[in-house]
């Protein structure tokens, strides 16, 4: 496709309910990149995967939280037991490589009740 | 970890007027991107500037890495401008360092 998409648009979910969230990066990008962004705030890194390298997780808030990406292509955030405060809008971007500038998808909005 | 600061942190203009915006950050950096988020919360890329000069249309910004800022220079603002404006690094360094760290943003308000 021409940009980074994402899916769902929106999510709204019951506290302790696992949400998945995807995201197809610009084809042939090697480096994809979760972050979250809070009402009102700016964007925190989350999880940073670069071709068959381990991923980078330094920024996944607990453990809750995890992320899988199957070789280069489309990755999975996925939110185990969900609690009120993990609502914000996840925003996934993809580099050609690591070194590179970054595109950003429309991100997810996830409501939690 | 690098601190990102931007200002002003709110702006508002009648449409017509220039503004600059500033980007001060703590260390060195390899990568630094300008973004502007629309009403509708989508990062339109403005200027990928680690370095130098670079201008598109009435927007252009200037990074002065070895004192540690960017600015952003919007001329003759229109209503579409309006929005917020975030200033992205990436720190220089080894290993785990590819994320992006993201100011706080300038948010604007174009008045017709």
């Known amino acids: 496709g021409a940009g980074v998409s994402q899916s769902p648009s929106n999510k709204v979910t019951e506290k302790g309910k696992d949400v998945e969230l995807r995201c197809d990066p610009i084809s042939g990008h090697t480096a994809l990149y979760w972050y979250r962004q809070r009402l009102g705030q700016g964007l925190e890194f989350l999880i940073y995967f670069q071709g068959n390298s381990a991923p980078d997780k330094s920024g996944l808030p607990s453990d809750r939280f995890s992320a899988e990406r199957t070789g280069e292509s489309v990755s999975t955030l996925t939110i185990q037991r969900t609690q009120q405060e993990d609502s914000a809008v996840y925003l996934c971007?993809?580099?050609?490589?690591?070194?590179?500038?970054?595109?950003f998808g429309p991100g997810t909005r996830l409501t939690v009740l | 970890g690098i601190q990102v600061e931007q200002s002003p942190p709110d702006l508002i203009l009648q449409e017509g007027a220039n503004s600059t915006l500033r980007c001060n950050f703590s260390d060195s950096v390899n990568n630094l991107q300008w973004f502007h988020q629309n009403p509708w919360g989508q990062l339109i890329n403005l200027f990928y500037?680690?370095?130098g000069t670079k201008q598109n249309g009435r927007l252009s910004a200037t990074t002065v890495a070895t004192e540690r800022y960017s600015l952003l220079y919007i001329s003759s603002s229109q209503t579409t401008d309006s929005g917020v404006y975030f200033c992205?690094?990436?720190?220089?360094?080894?290993?785990?360092?590819?994320?992006?760290?993201f100011g706080t943003g300038t948010l604007l308000a174009v008045q017709p």
């Open positions: 992205a690094v990436r720190a220089r360094g080894g290993g785990a360092t590819n994320k992006l760290i």
């Open positions: 971007a993809s580099s050609l490589f690591s070194y590179n500038e970054q595109f």
């Open positions: 500037i680690p370095s």
